[in-house]
């Protein structure tokens, strides 16, 4: 983001209470994995009570589930044998003596072999398809409550008579597997809730019976670690009641003045500079979960983009990355983007480090041009994104330079398998022929394949927004090419040049 800045949402989460089970997230047998009923249950891995995440719902509720199954038992995991399966359920408790009836506005349950991921095929940007279960569990999900859907397998309203238990709804998980789900609804009393996972079985009473027994399911890997979760040195994962599962913002930007970078997902971790923090807080929590809802999975997020400026822009989603770090697949789900003049979904693919533009935008000038995105924060993906509208020269410029990158990898890899140097720098990619304005983009580093020393990057300084004394004033964004154009390809060519005299002199030339 040379040159430019960031700017804060300050939107909002409601205050919705949200059960989340996702600690531990690999769970290796039967047991309670969360409880909001008052009291405490026992530790497998220490034989010691744990003192429940209490917590009494009463009227507007959400669930979310995320847990993968790796039983102990290695003759269980499947393979030559038969793999073995877990129900993991989610029980409502009736406390009082009245019935109290559950109603549900939407929901989705999947595992990995009913939605199964195919991440060769679903990186980058996809339109989503009616029923896009290929996409991973936790997109599967996200997708339903996104689109206001309530899965047909669900019921749409469950009766807990008094002082009694019922299942609200399970899913079976075979081994090696991931399950997701999401649920929303409402409540005409107060009620609590539990998740339990049971080997071998999905019957009702023996889902209540793990309940009754009081201990937790093994997996627990973080007890050892408490007062590093405290400090913030550790992220374990979320067991405990969250409030919020919706956060909404509305923001005005004039694009004449220059892009519009805001974050989405932001943690204190990365926030880029807008000090701007989107976690909702738990309520109450197991001892061995993330003190906050960092990974706010299953809250949907509504930001409406009030844009004023002129001619095609891109709308941009990203997720930089610390220099050094290896990359990973930093976001798979759907984004639904809509305009005056329609919607449309998306799947995205991103791995770290990249800014993919997710759609077009063409700006009316005169005029309000109104941009809502809106997603479903999907489970295995990591915060810490960065959405823009830029032009889209500048996104033009960032995928030269990318390109640029990649073309002397390729290089780099082909010299090493020959063992020779390569005699001829690769093309290019901006000619100084160029007629089109280069504008100036956000600077995000490309990975090497393998750890290697330092190589000179090609860097674009930004102009001032304010013109040096004398000098005519431009718009801040803007480089004119007959100034650049000559100085930018020398600067590509000597970048060139340093990798090749690096090359020469790790092959002992």
Same mark, same amino acid.
């Given at each position: 983001?040379? /040159?430019?800045?960031?700017?804060?949402?300050?939107?909002?989460?409601?205050?919705?209470?949200?059960?989340?089970?996702?600690?531990? +997230? =690999?769970?290796?047998?039967?047991?309670?994995?969360?409880?909001?009923?008052?009291?405490?249950?026992?530790?497998?891995?220490?034989?010691?009570?744990?003192?429940?995440?209490?917590?009494?719902?009463?009227?507007?509720?959400?669930?979310?589930?995320?847990?993968?199954?790796?039983?102990?038992?290695?003759?269980?995991?499947?393979?030559?044998?038969? #793999?073995?399966?877990?129900?993991?359920?989610?029980?409502?408790?009736?406390?009082?003596?009245?019935?109290?009836?559950?109603?549900?506005?939407?929901?989705?349950?999947?595992?990995?072999?009913?939605?199964?991921?195919?991440?060769?095929?679903?990186?980058?940007?996809?339109?989503?398809?009616?029923?896009?279960?290929?996409?991973?569990?936790?997109?599967?999900?996200?997708?339903?409550?996104?689109? /206001?859907?309530?899965?047909?397998?669900?019921?749409?309203?469950?009766?807990?008579?008094?002082?009694?238990?019922?299942?609200?709804?399970?899913?079976?998980?075979?081994?090696?597997?991931?399950?997701?789900?999401?649920?929303?609804?409402?409540? &005409?009393?107060?009620?609590?809730?539990?998740?339990?996972?049971?080997?071998?079985?999905?019957?009702?009473?023996?889902?209540?019976?793990?309940?009754?027994?009081?201990?937790?399911?093994?997996? #627990?890997?973080?007890?050892?670690?408490?007062?590093?979760?405290?400090?913030?040195?550790?992220?374990?994962?979320?067991?405990?009641?969250?409030?919020?599962?919706?956060?909404?913002?509305?923001?005005?930007?004039?694009?004449?003045? /220059? @892009?519009?970078?805001? @974050?989405?997902?932001?943690?204190?971790?990365?926030?880029?500079?807008?000090?701007?923090?989107?976690? &909702?807080?738990?309520?109450?929590?197991?001892?061995?979960?993330?003190?906050?809802?960092?990974?706010?999975?299953?809250?949907?997020?509504?930001?409406?983009?009030?844009?004023?400026?002129?001619?095609?822009?891109?709308?941009?989603?990203?997720?930089?990355?610390?220099?050094?770090?290896?990359?990973?697949?930093?976001?798979?789900?759907?984004?639904? =983007?809509?305009?005056?003049?329609?919607?449309?979904?998306?799947?995205?693919?991103?791995?770290?480090?990249?800014?993919?533009?997710?759609?077009?935008?063409?700006?009316?000038?005169?005029?309000?041009?109104?941009?809502?995105?809106?997603?479903?924060?999907?489970?295995?993906?990591?915060?810490?994104?960065?959405?823009?509208?830029?032009?889209?020269?500048?996104?033009?410029?960032?995928?030269?330079?990318? +390109?640029?990158?990649?073309?002397? +990898?390729?290089?780099?890899?082909?010299?090493?398998?020959?063992?020779?140097?390569?005699?001829?720098?690769?093309?290019?990619?901006?000619?100084?022929?160029?007629?089109?304005?280069?504008?100036?983009?956000?600077?995000?580093? #490309?990975?090497?394949?393998?750890?290697?020393?330092?190589?000179?990057?090609?860097?674009?300084? @930004?102009?001032?927004?304010?013109?040096?004394?004398?000098?005519?004033?431009?718009?801040?964004?803007?480089?004119?090419? /007959?100034? =650049?154009?000559?100085?930018?390809?020398?600067?590509?060519? +000597?970048?060139?040049?340093?990798?090749?005299?690096?090359?020469?002199?790790?092959?002992?030339?």
């Amino acid at each position: 983001m040379a /040159g430019q800045r960031a700017r804060p949402l300050n939107g909002t989460f409601n205050n919705v209470p949200v059960l989340h089970s996702n600690q531990p +997230e =690999i769970v290796k047998g039967a047991g309670i994995l969360v409880n909001t009923q008052p009291g405490s249950a026992i530790a497998s891995e220490n034989n010691q009570p744990l003192r429940n995440a209490a917590f009494t719902f009463n009227g507007e509720f959400g669930l979310h589930m995320h847990h993968k199954y790796y039983p102990s038992d290695a003759s269980r995991l499947g393979g030559s044998r038969q #793999r073995g399966l877990m129900t993991i359920a989610a029980i409502a408790i009736n406390p009082g003596n009245q019935p109290v009836t559950l109603k549900f506005k939407r929901g989705s349950v999947k595992n990995s072999f009913e939605a199964p991921y195919h991440p060769n095929k679903l990186m980058g940007v996809k339109p989503l398809g009616r029923r896009p279960w290929n996409t991973g569990p936790g997109d599967a999900t996200a997708v339903q409550m996104l689109r /206001g859907e309530l899965d047909r397998r669900l019921p749409d309203q469950v009766v807990i008579p008094p002082r009694s238990r019922k299942v609200v709804v399970s899913t079976v998980l075979p081994a090696r597997g991931i399950a997701n789900g999401l649920l929303r609804g409402s409540s &005409n009393g107060k009620f609590q809730m539990a998740v339990v996972a049971a080997e071998e079985t999905q019957n009702e009473q023996d889902l209540i019976a793990v309940l009754d027994q009081g201990k937790l399911a093994p997996g #627990r890997i973080y007890l050892n670690r408490l007062r590093e979760i405290e400090t913030g040195k550790v992220f374990s994962r979320v067991a405990g009641v969250a409030l919020g599962d919706h956060y909404k913002a509305s923001i005005q930007h004039d694009l004449n003045q /220059g @892009p519009l970078h805001v @974050p989405l997902t932001s943690t204190h971790k990365h926030h880029f500079g807008t000090r701007e923090i989107q976690i &909702n807080p738990l309520s109450t929590r197991m001892i061995d979960s993330a003190v906050n809802n960092v990974g706010t999975y299953g809250v949907r997020y509504d930001l409406d983009l009030n844009l004023s400026g002129l001619g095609p822009h891109e709308l941009v989603f990203s997720h930089p990355v610390a220099s050094g770090r290896s990359s990973f697949t930093a976001f798979r789900g759907s984004i639904r =983007i809509e305009t005056d003049e329609g919607f449309r979904e998306v799947h995205v693919g991103l791995r770290s480090g990249q800014s993919l533009p997710i759609s077009d935008l063409r700006l009316k000038p005169g005029q309000n041009n109104r941009v809502r995105v809106s997603l479903v924060y999907p489970a295995d993906a990591t915060p810490g994104h960065l959405l823009s509208v830029v032009p889209v020269q500048q996104l033009a410029m960032l995928q030269r330079r990318q +390109e640029m990158q990649a073309a002397a +990898e390729r290089a780099l890899a082909a010299s090493k398998q020959r063992n020779v140097t390569p005699t001829t720098p690769p093309p290019s990619p901006i000619s100084p022929a160029a007629t089109q304005p280069a504008v100036i983009k956000p600077s995000i580093k #490309r990975i090497p394949a393998q750890p290697q020393q330092p190589v000179a990057q090609p860097t674009v300084r @930004p102009m001032l927004a304010t013109p040096r004394r004398g000098a005519s004033a431009m718009p801040p964004a803007m480089i004119m090419p /007959g100034r =650049i154009n000559a100085t930018l390809e020398q600067r590509y060519r +000597e970048a060139i040049r340093v990798q090749q005299e690096w090359l020469q002199r790790m092959q002992g030339r």
